[in-house]
């Protein structure tokens, strides 16, 4: 059973660009420098002020979209 969601697994991040693989890297060794313990709220608000400073307002729904197909909670 384990080498079946080792196999999904892999399928699963294969759809993953690489561009958001290093990203989300990138982003995890900042908080680890920021704060180990960084709160969701935190970083939701970092999210969003990214989102508004550099995405535009026009690009909130298809962000939230993505986000909550990522999270499987469509």
């Avoid at 759809?15 to 890297?25: C, M, T, Y």
């Avoid at 709160?39 to 989102?51: H, N």
Wanted: hydrophobic share 40%.
């Amino acid at each position: 059973m384990k080498e079946i969601q080792n196999i999904i697994e892999q399928v699963e991040q294969s759809k993953i660009s690489d561009n958001a693989i290093l990203l989300s890297k990138s982003i995890n060794k900042e908080i680890i420098n920021i704060d180990e313990s960084l709160s969701y709220k935190d970083l939701a608000i970092a999210v969003s002020i990214i989102l508004k400073d550099s995405y535009g307002k026009h690009n909130f729904n298809p962000f939230i979209k993505e986000l909550k197909n990522h999270l499987n909670i469509v």
